[in-house]
């Protein structure tokens, strides 16, 4: 390069980061517009009524979605600044909240049988009240439901395709460095499970991945990337998409794990696979294949990322590779964090089914067991995770190195 084609790229280096940092401040202003102070439920002879205490006004969008029965209500430009969740009554089952894209704050009602919205209306200040949405729900039969349903479908791919901006074209990958992408699990609305110490999987798994991130980057020789550095939701298929988008070397989806057993405790490692190991991993897969569902999306019939899949021979060889990082991971790990006596297991993983990128869903421990859940939330305890996950990484690499020989 001559000086004058260096100062030029020096040049649209700068203006480039100048043009992210207006980007960023201004989809943080955008993002903060409205809080959501708190959310209330009352009932009445006929209807559940669920109001949404805001700051300011906004125009909510409300649809339905069935198998499960779900209500999901997206606010736009709002983040949520209430305190402690409240009891749902009458025909809402549970509910759960959280950041669905960079513009939407998503709130998903679980109900216990058909319902429909009967009325959705925003009412201004007054009478010692701020600004609210107040929604009406009436049971329905089913097919009254699946109607409404039919009627209030979302509009979804202008919130999914924002989802993820600021890797919408591959990065040229840094001078000799292996790409590893780290994908902490769950976020936003999806919030996985709770553990017996009141801290949800999707805060855990991003302290968790936070902590390898320090650890890989303290290294030098890798260029490390998270499917989320923040508390929202990505679609399971969007999460190993981001992997091939950066062209990964390596995906490593993290996880915490629940069980009605309160003393089984200890990590495992998922390969994906046809078959499930066993019956838990099995299980373990329907749970973790569910977050899509449970962040108020409805599963279209073309999606065979939960259910099909078809290994073809790249698949294979991917596979292989796969398999081969999650038995050093099983063993660096056991050296210094519990972890299941058969820790290596297999299951039909969504977010494991990259064609083209080793892949293993690292189940970091039980939450459902007190002693490992505060491991899992422990400074100490992430640290002993992202020093063996590093160990793990740099021995596979030297050893896929030392057979390329
Ligand atoms: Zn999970």
């Known amino acids: 390069m001559t000086r004058a084609e260096k100062n030029f790229t020096a040049m649209i280096r ?7 940092v207006i980007f960023v401040q201004a989809s943080i202003s955008a993002a903060s517009s409205v809080d959501v102070e708190g959310v209330r439920f009352g009932e009445n002879a006929s209807a559940t009524r669920f109001v949404i205490d805001l700051s300011g006004t906004t125009s909510p969008s409300v649809f339905m979605l069935a198998d499960p029965y779900r209500i999901v209500i997206d606010l736009p430009n709002a983040s949520w600044k209430g305190k402690a969740d409240v009891k749902p009554i009458g025909v809402v089952d549970g509910y759960r909240h959280g950041l669905f894209s960079d513009d939407t704050y998503r709130i998903v009602l679980d ?4 319902a429909v919205v009967a009325n959705a209306f925003s009412l201004p200040a007054g009478r010692g009240s701020g600004p609210r949405y107040v929604i009406d729900i009436k049971k329905e039969s089913r097919s009254k439901f699946l109607q409404a349903v039919a009627s209030s479908k979302p509009e979804r791919p202008a919130v999914v395709t924002r989802a993820t901006p600021e890797i919408a074209s591959p990065r040229r990958r840094a001078a000799g460095k292996r790409v590893i992408v780290l994908d902490p699990g769950h976020g936003g609305p999806d919030p ?3 553990g017996v110490i009141g801290v949800h999987e999707k805060v855990i798994t991003l302290k968790i991945a936070r902590a390898i991130r320090d650890e890989l980057n303290k290294t030098g020789r890798y260029e ?12 399971v298929r969007e999460r190993f998409r981001i992997a091939r988008r950066h062209k990964a070397d390596l995906f490593i989806s993290i996880h915490a794990d629940s069980i009605q057993n309160p003393k089984v405790n200890g990590g495992s490692v998922y390969n994906l696979s046809e078959n499930a190991s066993d019956k838990e991993a099995e299980r373990l897969a329907a749970r973790e294949n ?8 409805d599963l279209d019939a073309t999606d065979d990322t939960l259910t099909g899949i078809l290994i073809d ?3 294979r060889e991917t596979l292989n590779y796969s398999a081969q990082f999650a038995e050093i991971l099983v063993s660096e790990m056991r050296t210094d964090v519990p972890m299941l006596r058969r820790a290596h297991r297999f299951a039909n993983l969504g977010m494991l089914k990259a064609p083209d990128v080793p892949s293993v869903l690292l189940e970091a421990g039980y939450l459902t067991n007190k002693t490992n859940a505060r491991f899992l939330n422990s400074k100490n305890g992430q640290r002993r995770i992202a020093q063996a996950v590093r160990r793990a990484i740099d021995r596979y690499f030297a050893e896929l190195n030392t057979n390329a020989r």
Do not use: M, Y
């Open 224 to 235: 490390v990337h998270l499917t989320r550095d923040r508390d929202i939701f990505h679609k």
């Open 313 to 315: 021979l790249a698949q």
């Open 111 to 114: 109900l216990k049988q058909p």
């Open 290 to 297: 569910k977050s899509d569902l449970i962040a108020g999306l």
């Open 14 to 20: 700068h203006i480039v980061v100048l043009l992210t």
């Open 192 to 194: 996985g499970n709770l």
